[in-house]
């Protein structure tokens, strides 16, 4: 009798190339609330992730570059990554990250 098959999920999974793509704007951020507080920070942050300087009442798409581009690099370094076989690579030597 044959076996019964099972379906698997795909796990996603979050890369260290798309969480560094935050840094940029989290240590931004940060420098500002240390330097001038916690509001400075939120306002960075906002200013970042959508573009809007909320000190100026304006939006400006460089912050929206600046806080986007690196993201979006990161999501295609993993993509790239998974499709050239680099973190089936990694894997295989035993280290327990992916790009």
């Known amino acids: 009798m044959a076996r019964a098959r099972t379906h ?3 796990k996603s999974s979050i890369s260290v ?3 560094l793509g935050f840094a ?3 240590l931004w951020a940060y420098d500002g609330a240390k330097q001038f507080g916690v ?4 306002t960075r942050l906002v200013g970042r992730f ?3 300087s ?21 999501i295609l ?3 790239i990554a998974n499709k050239v076989g680099l973190n ?4 295989g030597m035993g280290i327990p990250i992916g790009i």
């Open 8 to 10: 698997r999920r795909a």
């Open 24 to 26: 940029p704007t989290a």
């Open 88 to 91: 089936r690579m990694i894997r």
């Open 39 to 42: 509001s400075e920070g939120l």
């Open 17 to 19: 190339a798309m969480i």
């Open 77 to 79: 370094a993993h993509k």
């Open 50 to 52: 959508t573009g809007y």
């Open 54 to 74: 909320m000190t100026e009442k304006k939006w400006q798409a460089d912050q929206l570059v600046a806080g986007w581009a690196p993201i979006i690099a990161g």
